[in-house]
């Protein structure tokens, strides 16, 4: 990890002699004392931030006598500040210019019928390639290029941007990216035939939703969560590879909420499978204009699928009409009648599990630790357990060791699925009674499948 400050010290010279030749007095400040982070993500920062220095000096700040006529100071502020906040590093460029004239972004997008866009719609066309409100076209402004780049960059480092407003009187553009560029979690899902990855960080919950339940409201498909409406999009529709007459494989719906905000999104896809750590890498090809991807990382086989970027996904959902709903197909095969509890506290491996066992016919139930679950099998026998180990309240070795000594449940046979993968571990687990035991980091939903079959 390296000072973020001294990486951007540089931009010192190069602020002062921008201004000059732009015949303008600015007072740059930096600031983000003890700031550190990843050199890697740090130098893929420089760039946009160079771009928004730049256009700050272009189109935000005001000559001195402008600034005069204007009842401000002749010396424009230009500020630079560096942060970090839970794994995050954020920066933002500030100036107390102008601003982004949105009235004149309304204009350029409506072609004489401005008011048609929201707020949301006009601060996004900004980051367009090839957008620019500049009448002229010079060295730092005009071709449209500056804030494309700002978005691409950021969205490849799986971060956000976002302009601020500041009524009338200045602009602030903020970024937020990770700290270090690591291993992420991912679920994996299929969709339209392909394997996609989605940063499990951004997923709020996923469901399993019965095609019936499916509601419309103003002519657009909506779910029903917590009570309240959830507008449903089709991930393949957002990314652009839908078939011309989809179709469903079966009753229920494999749902992901993303959330942005205050609001919620309800994303639907083929099928949920599997959980995995990997490295995000850059595809070495330019990103889609919708920001929908962020990078790719490698299958086991070594096969390359994309990582979806959540950001980009969302603001497709906000910019893309809800797809009508396809027709569905009847399952051909009668749903298997065995029980199986999943017993996990984390509610994404929960959830993925369940959706995978529920798609191949199995009644689940979950418990989110060990005493949960020992309630629920006083309550109704299971044909199978599939437990995590560490669980508060009782972990998954008390489980297993408990089920094992009970006369009720000791022929119930008990897979253990955990992120623990010491040889001792899975020694200790497999000499306490456990049937079977599969590392989280190499879960595939196949292997857990055929351990399923071979015990019910």
């Known amino acids: 990890m390296s000072p973020a400050e001294d990486l951007f010290e540089a931009f010192r010279k190069m602020v002062r002699d921008l201004a000059r030749d732009e015949n303008k007095e600015i007072d740059f400040r930096l600031s983000g004392s003890g700031v550190r982070a990843d050199r890697i993500v740090l130098q893929a920062l420089k760039d946009p931030v160079m771009h928004l220095l730049r256009n700050a000096i272009s189109h935000g700040l005001e000559t001195p006598a402008e600034r005069v006529s204007q009842g401000k100071s002749p010396v424009g502020l230009l500020t630079l500040r560096l942060d970090s906040e839970r794994g995050r590093l954020i920066v933002e460029v500030d100036d107390d210019g102008r601003g982004v004239d949105l ?32 009448a002229t076209v010079n060295h730092l402004s005009g071709r449209g290029m500056g804030l494309s780049v700002v978005y691409e960059t950021v969205h490849r480092l799986q971060g ?81 590879i839908a078939d011309e007459s989809p179709s469903l494989p079966g009753e229920i719906l494999a749902v992901m909420v993303l959330k942005s905000g205050a609001r919620r999104f309800a994303i639907w896809a083929d099928e949920f499978l599997s959980e995995r750590d990997a490295l995000i890498k850059d595809l070495g090809m330019p990103s889609p204009t919708t920001g929908n991807v962020s990078g790719g990382a490698f299958l086991r086989d070594g096969t390359v699928f994309v990582v979806l970027n959540p950001a980009g996904v969302v603001a497709s959902c906000t910019s893309s009409p809800a797809a009508p709903m396809p027709q569905r197909d009847r399952p051909t095969v009668e749903a298997l009648a065995h029980g199986i509890l999943v017993v996990d506290d984390s509610i994404t491996s929960r959830s993925l599990e369940r959706s995978i066992l529920e798609a191949h016919g199995f009644r689940v139930r979950t418990a989110v630790d060990g005493l949960d679950a020992l309630e629920m099998l006083g309550v109704e026998i299971a044909d199978l357990i599939i437990t995590d180990i560490q669980m508060p309240r009782l972990d998954g070795f008390g489980l297993v060791e408990a089920v094992k000594a009970d006369s009720r449940f000791n022929r119930i046979p008990v897979i253990i699925v955990s992120s623990l993968e010491r040889a001792e571990d899975q020694e200790k687990g497999l000499l306490l009674g456990a049937d079977a035991y599969i590392v989280k980091r190499k879960f595939d939903q196949t292997e857990l499948l055929d351990a399923i079959g071979q015990m019910l």
Request: charged share 20%; glycine share 10%.
């Open 103 to 134: 009235k004149k972004v309304d204009d350029l997008l409506s072609q004489g019928e401005p008011g048609l866009h929201s707020s949301e719609e006009l601060e996004r066309a900004i980051f367009r390639p090839g957008f620019s409100t500049s």
């Open 160 to 240: 956000d941007v976002n302009l601020g407003q500041k009524q009338g009187v200045g602009a602030s553009f903020l970024l937020s990216v990770p700290l270090s560029i690591s291993t992420t979690h991912l679920l994996l899902l299929s969709c339209a035939g392909q394997t996609f990855g989605m940063p499990s960080h951004a997923i709020e919950r996923l469901y399993r939703i019965r095609f019936e339940l499916v509601e419309t409201l103003e002519g657009k498909p909506m779910v029903k969560l917590d009570g309240q409406p959830v507008p449903l999009y089709r991930l393949a529709n957002l990314l652009g």
